[in-house]
C-alpha cells in the first residue's frame, strides 16, 4: 500500500492506497524479493507484516513484523483475498493434512482503488495541536472502493464523517518547504471554482502566478485574521503545512481553530492534491456510486 500523509478533523495522518499510484514497477519488484526473503530467514509461516519506505530509488526496510495486522482486513476486501482463511490453512496444514494454498496464488489486476484512513478523536482534544506524530494510535479505520483514485478518497474522508467541500473558500497557507507544490495546488482549487484565501509569502507566489486570491493576516499581523475568517464560517477547507519548531511564529493556532469549528484541515502537499482529485471526481458525476463488495470482486482477475 502506498502511503498520503495529510490531517483531518476527525481523519488524520495516513491515508493508504491499494493499488499504489506512485511507485515505480522496479520499486514494487524489489519490496516483493525483500518481502520474500526476510519471510524465509525468518522462519515466517502466516501472516507478515512490513513496512517499508522509498527515498530516490532506494528501497528501505522500516519493519519486519511477523503477526497481522489491522490493514489485513481492508487489504482482503480491495483484493478479494482472504488472507486469514490463507494463513491458518497454513498455520494449519500440519494437523489437518491439506495441501498448501500457497502454490495457487498468484498477482491480481485489481481495477478499482481502495483508500484506507484512520480516524483520531482531536476533536474531543481542542487544545492539543493536532499534527501527528510517530507514536499516535488512531481509534478506528474506514476504507472507500472506486474505479477512480479520486473518489475512493472522497469516500474515504466522508466515512470518517470529514466530509471534503465542493465549493466555497480554501485558506492555503504552507511552508517554505513546501512552496515549489504551492502553484499547482493553487490551480488545480482554481479549476474547481473555489475561492482563494492566503497568507505571506503564500500569496505572493499565487498571485504572482496570475491566480486570483484574498491576502488573509495571520493571528499576529492584526484584525479580522485567519482565526476570525475561520469562526465566521468563512472559509471552508484549510491547506496549512506546519513550518516546524524552528519557526518563530507558531500556527498551531489555525489548527485548532479548524478542530473547534469543525473546518476540514489538510496538512501536507500529498493530501492537498487528493483532496483535490478527490472534489473533482465528485463534481464531475453527480453523485457517488452505490457498488457491492461482490461486484467490485467480480471484475478482478
Not at 519490496?31 to 513496512?51: D, F, H, P, S, W
Not at 480491495?78 to 490463507?86: A, L, P, R, Y
Request: hydrophobic share 40%; with cysteine.
Amino acid at each position: 500500500m502506498e502511503h498520503i500523509e495529510l490531517a483531518g478533523v476527525h481523519s488524520g495522518d495516513s491515508a493508504c492506497i491499494l493499488p499504489a499510484k506512485n511507485i515505480s514497477d522496479k520499486n514494487i519488484a524489489t519490496i516483493k524479493e525483500y518481502t520474500r526473503k526476510i519471510a524465509v530467514e525468518m522462519g515466517v509461516v502466516g501472516l507478515m507484516n512490513m513496512q517499508y519506505a522509498i527515498e530516490g530509488d532506494t528501497v528501505y526496510v522500516l519493519e519486519a513484523n511477523p503477526r497481522a495486522s489491522r490493514t489485513v482486513p481492508l487489504v482482503s476486501k480491495v483484493c478479494s483475498i482472504n488472507m486469514v482463511k490463507i494463513a491458518t490453512e497454513i498455520m494449519t496444514a500440519d494437523i489437518t493434512k491439506k495441501s498448501s494454498p500457497v502454490p495457487q496464488l498468484h498477482d491480481r489486476d485489481i481495477p478499482h482503488y481502495g483508500v484506507k484512513e484512520a480516524v483520531f478523536p482531536f476533536n474531543m482534544f481542542r487544545e492539543v495541536d493536532p499534527v501527528l506524530g510517530p507514536e499516535m494510535r488512531s481509534t478506528g479505520e474506514v476504507l472507500g472502493i472506486s474505479p477512480s483514485f479520486g473518489e475512493a478518497y472522497y469516500k474515504a474522508q466522508e466515512a470518517t464523517q470529514t466530509r471534503l467541500p465542493l465549493e466555497g473558500t480554501v485558506l492555503l497557507s504552507v511552508c517554505d518547504r513546501d512552496k515549489p507544490e504551492l502553484i499547482d495546488i493553487a490551480k488545480a482549487f482554481e479549476k474547481l471554482g473555489f475561492k482563494i484565501l492566503s497568507t505571506g509569502k503564500s500569496f505572493e507566489m499565487i498571485t504572482g502566478a496570475g491566480i486570483a486570491a484574498e491576502k488573509v493576516l495571520k493571528l499576529y499581523e492584526g484584525k479580522p485574521n485567519i482565526t476570525d475568517k475561520i469562526a465566521e464560517g468563512e472559509i471552508q477547507l484549510i491547506i496549512n503545512t506546519p513550518a516546524g519548531k524552528t519557526s518563530i511564529n507558531d500556527d498551531s493556532y489555525i489548527r485548532k481553530a479548524a478542530i473547534k469549528h469543525r473546518v476540514p484541515y489538510i496538512t501536507t502537499m500529498a493530501a492537498a492534491k487528493a483532496s483535490a482529485e478527490g472534489i473533482a471526481a465528485i463534481k464531475n458525476n453527480t453523485h457517488l456510486g452505490v457498488k457491492s463488495l461482490q461486484a467490485f470482486h467480480a471484475e478482478i482477475k
